[in-house]
T-cell receptor, first 116, second 114 residues
Framework: GAVVSQHPSRVICKSGTSVKIECRSLDFQATTMFWYRQFPKQSLMLMATSNEGSKATYEQGVEKDKFLINHASLTLSTLTVTSAHPEDSSFYIC????????????FGDGTRLSIL | GQQVMQIPQYQHVQEGEDFTTYCNSSTTLSNIQWYKQRPGGHPVFLIQLVKSGEVKKQKRLTFQFGEAKKNSSLHITATQTTDVGTYFCAGPGAGGTSYGKLTFGQGTILTVHP
């Protein structure tokens, strides 16, 4: 089945640090990937749609300069949390789907980000 | 914008009891999907419902899609400890494809006591 790999699984760093999270589709190509954010015991909130070869589409209220997304290849999207602060601490998770969007989303294992 | 409401937020059951979570959308949905997220894990796709009034079963799990395609339910018969986790419904996000951009319900956290 389709596999999505996300790295790193956990990051603990100081305030002001920029953190890059990678999302890879291991056995399929994905022109579109999605980035979500999840606070403890809460739902997944879509942050942005990552589009291969073009700019990401951000949801309302998500700062594009704060959360930089790059989708340079058909198997890799990266999310960079720039100058992270404690309020950015959260569980970040990506998803992707093979084909033309007719198949369900497969989620990465997520990245737990803790900013001290 | 589209909202997907899910209740209850929490459900504690004894092993062997049944469990149901309900999902309601503010708009008609082209389809609805259900995901399960184990504690500390990531969401895993369970099923998609497309047709009005559709009912699908997966062993002890029964999924229903309402006639108006605005509500859905997931029912688990005779829960087991392996059923523990958060169950999310999700509808297509605004401007998204059928399986792409998703709007998730708040989720129901299921605890099963042995």
């Amino acid at each position: 089945g389709a596999v999505v790999s996300q790295h790193p699984s956990r990051v603990i760093c100081k305030s002001g640090t920029s953190v890059k999270i990678e999302c890879r589709s291991l056995d399929f190509q994905a022109t579109t990937m999605f980035w979500y954010r999840q606070f403890p015991k809460q739902s997944l909130m879509l942050m942005a749609t990552s589009n291969e070869g073009s700019k990401a589409t951000y949801e309302q209220g998500v700062e594009k300069d704060k959360f930089l997304i790059n989708h340079a290849s058909l198997t890799l999207s990266t999310l960079t949390v720039t100058s992270a602060h404690p309020e950015d601490s959260s569980f970040y998770i990506c998803s992707a789907s093979p084909g033309t969007g007719k198949q369900p989303q497969h989620f990465g294992d997520g990245t737990r980000l803790s900013i001290l | 914008g589209q909202q997907v409401m899910q209740i209850p937020q929490y459900q504690h059951v004894q092993e062997g009891e049944d469990f149901t979570t309900y999902c309601n959308s503010s708009t008609t949905l082209s389809n609805i999907q259900w995901y399960k997220q184990r504690p500390g894990g990531h969401p895993v796709f369970l099923i998609q419902l497309v047709k009005s009034g559709e009912v699908k079963k997966q062993k002890r799990l029964t999924f229903q899609f309402g006639e108006a395609k605005k509500n859905s339910s997931l029912h688990i018969t005779a829960t087991q400890t392996t059923d523990v986790g958060t169950y999310f419904c999700a509808g297509p996000g605004a401007g998204g494809t059928s399986y792409g951009k998703l709007t998730f319900g708040q989720g129901t956290i299921l605890t099963v006591h042995p």
